[in-house]
């Protein structure tokens, strides 16, 4: 297809596991992002891949958040030993340049975590 | 400590009347401003943008107002219709060189269009 691309759409799992996230940008762009979006909330920025690196990972919450992007297209959100609290929607986001250089975000639909 | 707030967390407004929609920054570094949309299920998409070097940007039945020296942005659509009814979302992005590289969004607001 031609938009953001992300799996699974929803996911339940028991406190304590671990899951992975996956995002699928459109064809060409560089910069990736994942947003959480908590229930009555705003998506609130977790990280920003420019290519392969990881150009800025201040808003991820705790070291048991991680993401990577190995050949600069597909990105994983990986999260361990998870807590209810990380119950929410996780939009990934990708676009030509970086939100600092005007260019505007494409989302994806989201997966919806829930932790039990 | 909220950056963008969106102080009407709902907003109800009569289909081919004007929706006026409110946003509230703190972050003086801010420079670029997006309106995204997001409907039940979906992922936000982007609707109108801003630089901080203009005061007004006009798209169609949507215009976008920047008021810097006040620190507030406002989306007016009109006239309104029914498939405007959704969560609009304010968002605001720095220069790089100033905090994270990431769009800071607020709360949102749900715009319901009554027929």
């Known amino acids: 297809g031609a938009g953001v691309s992300q799996t699974p759409s929803n996911k339940v799992t028991e406190k304590g596991k671990y899951v992975e996230l996956r995002c699928d940008p459109i064809?060409?762009?560089?910069?990736l992002y994942w947003y959480r979006q908590s229930l009555g909330q705003g998506p609130e920025f977790l990280i920003y891949f420019q290519g392969t690196g990881a150009a800025d990972d201040s808003g991820l919450p705790n070291d048991r958040f991680f993401a990577v992007r190995p050949e600069g297209s597909v990105s994983t959100l990986k999260i361990q030993r998870t807590e209810r609290g990380d119950s929410a929607v996780y939009l990934c986001?990708?676009?030509?340049?970086?939100?600092?250089?005007?260019?505007?975000?494409?989302f994806g639909e989201g997966s919806r975590l829930t932790v039990l | 400590d909220q950056q963008v707030k969106q102080n009407s967390p709902s907003l109800s407004v009569q289909e081919g009347r004007i929706s006026i929609l409110n946003c509230d920054y703190t972050?003086?570094?801010?420079?670029?401003f997006l309106w995204y949309k997001k409907y039940p299920a979906e992922g936000p998409t982007f609707l109108i943008s801003i630089s901080s070097i203009k005061d007004k940007n006009e798209d169609g039945r949507f215009t976008v107002f920047l008021n810097k020296s006040a620190k507030h942005l406002s989306l007016h659509i009109v006239p309104s219709q029914p498939g405007d009814s959704a969560v609009y979302f304010c968002?605001?992005?720095?220069?790089?060189?100033?905090?994270?590289?990431?769009?800071?969004f607020g709360k949102g607001t749900h715009l319901i269009i009554q027929p």
């Open positions: 968002a605001a992005s720095a220069n790089s060189g100033g905090g994270a590289d990431g769009l800071t």
């Open positions: 986001a990708s676009s030509l340049t970086s939100a600092a250089n005007t260019g505007e975000l494409f």
């Open positions: 972050n003086s570094m801010f420079d670029y």
């Open positions: 064809s060409g762009h560089t910069a």
